[in-house]
């Protein structure tokens, strides 16, 4: 047995069971690529010359509802999937075999496959590469098996798995394929928004993004995907900043400190307005309103591309508040409870990636000043003063008590000012100082129609609607 290769019990037993009744069985895939190169398997694929009803007659209670040959093994541990020998058909949609049909030899399954790297087989014993494919491991090469201009065209997605296993793994991708890429770019248009989303997901939460997002941009598929960031390209900045925009957004996103894809994805794109917002040239441009033209821009780009609402809120929140200013002897304690109320403190540490990432992004080499150390500090220590009316010292019924009050948006108007108060000076948060200033508000408050009490409510809330949209 290759002594690189250690599976798990359970995989070994659907091998092993598979084998006792006369089947063959391997592991290819990913998994085996994986644990070639020592990294731990996200799911287990197992390939058989046993078809799907006899993969099920050795294997009860198992899943199987598709049309290539793929049975779901539920084992303790762990899902094996377990799929018959296939040899496709044509492609005429560049993404879908045109009919599936059951091959009967491993040489023809492995023949169908992307890269030489995933094209390869493991019976529990011997490693079987019939495309190189442990050569171009130790290689750190990205190669199509066979013709690649072919495999691309027979599924357009494989253009971007091969750009998203560079930014993974670190390989480089084989001349001839990289060749092969870039003249077939245009095929990308067959491939379903959420593909394309799911695959840039994978590439910017990989250990180099910036590689991933500079081959696509190389390559050409960056301007059929995210054109709004293919825009910032030799497009300069100002005084401020040595990098391009498209160099400057790229640059956060690989100096961007959190793992999670979507505070990535903000850095990626916090400075996307710039390019529409620029006024002037040279060193005095300006980009005034740049993160609210970003934040529109992120969101038509993230619908385009099937993002859920919360995760498009998220983002655009983050892209939205980037600019947030914190020099200190120049904010009040107000203001960063401001700042804190509008961000939401659950989204705080995010946002602060996000700036950092801005930082690095633009050439600094130190990610937190001790401007920005001293916000995290006043941010802490303001938590614990009210942010959010449900934090005052009265309520919506004590108001409807004092002053006789049905139910409606007058008491939330009465609130959010009374908050906005409270934000001033924390102090104020008493039921006697809150119950006074009420009284001055009453004939302000009172004399409007619960249409327009309504409408102040909804720019409040369309204020907050981000922070609320992703909470929890």
């Known amino acids: 047995m290759d002594n690189r290769i250690i599976l798990p019990t359970d995989v070994q037993h659907v091998m092993q069971v598979l084998q006792a009744a006369g089947f063959e069985a391997f592991i290819v895939g990913g998994c085996l690529r994986d644990l070639l190169l020592q990294r731990e398997p996200k799911d287990w694929d197992v390939t058989t010359n046993a078809l799907p009803e006899q993969i099920q007659a050795v294997f009860p209670n198992t899943f199987y509802a598709n049309i290539f040959g793929t049975v779901t093994v539920q084992q303790p541990t762990c899902a094996v999937e377990v799929t018959t020998y296939r040899a496709d058909g044509a492609y005429s949609d560049f993404r879908h075999p045109d009919a599936v049909r059951f091959g009967i030899s491993l040489k023809e399954d492995l023949a169908r496959r992307d890269f030489t790297i995933n094209a390869l087989a493991f019976d529990g014993a011997a490693v079987i590469d019939l495309w190189q494919g442990q050569t171009h491991l130790q290689q750190s090469l990205i190669q199509a098996v066979g013709d690649a201009t072919t495999r691309f065209r027979e599924d357009a997605l494989r253009m971007l798995r091969a750009i998203r296993f560079s930014s993974q793994l670190g390989f480089n991708i084989e001349a001839h394929t990289w060749t092969a890429l870039q003249q077939q770019v245009a095929l990308v248009q067959h491939v379903s928004a959420e593909r394309?989303?799911?695959?840039?997901?994978?590439?910017?939460?990989?250990?180099?993004?910036?590689?991933?997002?500079?081959?696509?941009?190389?390559?050409?598929?960056?301007?059929?995907?995210?054109?709004?960031?293919?825009?910032?390209?030799?497009?300069?900045?100002?005084?401020?900043?040595?990098?391009?925009?498209?160099?400057?957004?790229?640059?956060?996103?690989?100096?961007?400190?959190?793992?999670?894809?979507?505070?990535?994805?903000?850095?990626?794109?916090?400075?996307?307005?710039?390019?529409?917002?620029?006024?002037?040239?040279?060193?005095?441009?300006?980009?005034?309103?740049?993160?609210?033209?970003?934040?529109?821009?992120?969101?038509?780009?993230?619908?385009?591309?099937?993002?859920?609402?919360?995760?498009?809120?998220?983002?655009?929140?983050?892209?939205?508040?980037?600019?947030?200013?914190?020099?200190?002897?120049?904010?009040?304690?107000?203001?960063?409870?401001?700042?804190?109320?509008?961000?939401?403190?659950?989204?705080?540490?995010?946002?602060?990636?996000?700036?950092?990432?801005?930082?690095?992004?633009?050439?600094?080499?130190?990610?937190?000043?001790?401007?920005?150390?001293?916000?995290?500090?006043?941010?802490?220590?303001?938590?614990?003063?009210?942010?959010?009316?449900?934090?005052?010292?009265?309520?919506?019924?004590?108001?409807?008590?004092?002053?006789?009050?049905?139910?409606?948006?007058?008491?939330?108007?009465?609130?959010?000012?009374?908050?906005?108060?409270?934000?001033?000076?924390?102090?104020?948060?008493?039921?006697?100082?809150?119950?006074?200033?009420?009284?001055?508000?009453?004939?302000?408050?009172?004399?409007?129609?619960?249409?327009?009490?309504?409408?102040?409510?909804?720019?409040?809330?369309?204020?907050?609607?981000?922070?609320?949209?992703?909470?929890?």
């Open 196 to 472: 394309i989303r799911d695959e840039l997901i994978k590439l910017i939460a990989s250990e180099n993004p910036l590689k991933g997002i500079w081959l696509l941009h190389t390559s050409g598929l960056l301007q059929r995907i995210i054109p709004e960031l293919e825009a910032g390209v030799g497009v300069a900045q100002n005084l401020h900043h040595i990098y391009t925009i498209f160099a400057h957004n790229v640059f956060a996103l690989q100096f961007c400190p959190s793992d999670d894809w979507r505070v990535r994805l903000a850095a990626l794109l916090h400075d996307v307005g710039k390019t529409q917002a620029k006024v002037g040239t040279g060193k005095f441009a300006t980009f005034y309103q740049h993160e609210h033209i970003g934040a529109k821009q992120a969101r038509a780009i993230m619908k385009r591309l099937a993002f859920s609402n919360d995760d498009i809120a998220k983002v655009t929140h983050l892209i939205r508040n980037h600019m947030f200013y914190y020099n200190i002897g120049e904010i009040t304690d107000a203001a960063v409870r401001r700042l804190v109320r509008r961000v939401g403190i659950e989204n705080m540490q995010d946002l602060m990636a996000v700036r950092i990432a801005d930082r690095l992004g633009s050439g600094v080499y130190k990610d937190k000043p001790f401007k920005l150390q001293e916000l995290e500090r006043r941010i802490e220590y303001v938590q614990k003063d009210p942010i959010s009316t449900s934090m005052l010292a009265i309520d919506g019924v004590d108001l409807m008590k004092q002053f006789h009050f049905k139910p409606g948006a007058k008491v939330g108007v009465f609130l959010h000012r009374l908050l906005d108060d409270v934000m001033d000076d924390p102090k104020r948060n008493t039921v006697e100082y809150l119950q006074q200033r009420a009284q001055e508000l009453f004939p302000e408050i009172d004399k409007l129609s619960e249409a327009e009490a309504r409408g102040i409510m909804k720019t409040y809330r369309e204020a907050l609607a981000d922070v609320n949209a992703f909470k929890g």
